[in-house]
């Protein structure tokens, strides 16, 4: 499970996009929201969209690794779909904020590595900040608040990468996927495996 | 610190090899030894060649970070040399045994990423270990004891990759080199980048 966070204006949509395309064995998590759907958006691909009382159910039913509520609308990771792909020996990549990190790392500890995508400088996330363009100044306060929010828990995170240069910050996190995916206390079946190896060294 | 261990037959000295042509920033360490040198090996290449006296006199004034004595004759790794080289802002490998990697990671826990190699497959390690050629049968007994010795340590390394395809285990290696790099808990300076980003976000 690899788990990325970012403020605004780190570029972690761009990062999240080339990930997938280049890492066949990594799925993204699709969450479910109760916000109504926007143009352009489909379902089971951007969001299952749910209804107020769907999403409670689910809550209720423990059926969610994470779930929040941000600007009146909630959003969770549906924990059945993460199950099958990691039962299948492949990865799913999540893209959440730090409270949803903090309580998935609450319920799988060993199976999360987190990733938090920095901006590369004041001055660049000042520029990128400034040329999004549409939205009222009431909703880009309440993100900026957000962001420095977001921010003040990159140390929560197992890797903090800066995103000074997207090809650089990608090869970052693939490196952490794989290097992840080699971890001693991650590889099933080694005692086995060793045991074979140990009695050739015992009887070569 | 990369600390790299392997029983006889996993082809770490191959992945060593490429491991340093392809990363600029990673330097061998050279390890202090009493053994006579051999044809073809160069001081300060290979090892550094020392008396007994030399060897003894380094280990009571504290100057290696770990040594042993194998088949009568003794290994060390001078602590100076790494020094220098970490604090330029570069890292160092080390090619140890579970040993010297055990006695490095008392004294130094939070900079070191260990690594252990394991062979392909029984099969493969068999035909590995007999077309070796050369050695006495009493020297290849005492390999292969120190072999089975070596491999049943290695649950003590954070990581372990499978030399079943050089290419392949080599990739692995650097993506743990990488990912390690970036570790939350070795950027140093980081707070204060991350502070001067937040107040972008306080006052976009």
Request: hydrophobic share 40%.
């Amino acid at each position: 499970m690899l788990v990325l966070s970012s403020p605004s204006g780190a570029g972690k949509t761009t990062i999240s996009r080339k990930l997938l395309e280049q890492e066949a064995d990594l799925h993204m998590s699709v969450s479910v929201t109760t916000r109504p759907m926007r143009k352009g958006e489909v379902e089971g691909r951007d969001y299952y969209f749910v209804s107020r009382a769907q999403f409670d159910a689910m809550v209720d039913a423990d059926e969610l690794l994470e779930h929040a509520t941000v600007f009146e609308n909630s959003y969770g990771t549906p924990a059945a779909p993460v199950e099958a792909t990691l039962n299948a020996g492949e990865d799913v990549l999540f893209d959440v904020d730090w409270q949803g990190a903090q309580q998935m790392r609450t319920r799988r500890r060993s199976d999360i590595a987190s990733v938090f995508i920095l901006p590369p400088s004041t001055e660049e996330l000042a520029r990128r900040l400034t040329t999004r363009g549409t939205d009222t100044p009431e909703v880009v306060a309440k993100r900026m608040a957000k962001a420095a929010d977001e921010i003040s828990h990159y140390g929560e995170y197992d890797y903090v990468v800066v995103n000074d240069d997207v090809d650089r910050c990608l090869a970052e996190v693939r490196a952490i996927l794989h290097a992840e995916r080699v971890r001693a206390d991650r590889l099933p079946g080694l005692a086995d495996f060793v045991g074979g190896l140990t009695e050739v060294y015992r009887a070569p």
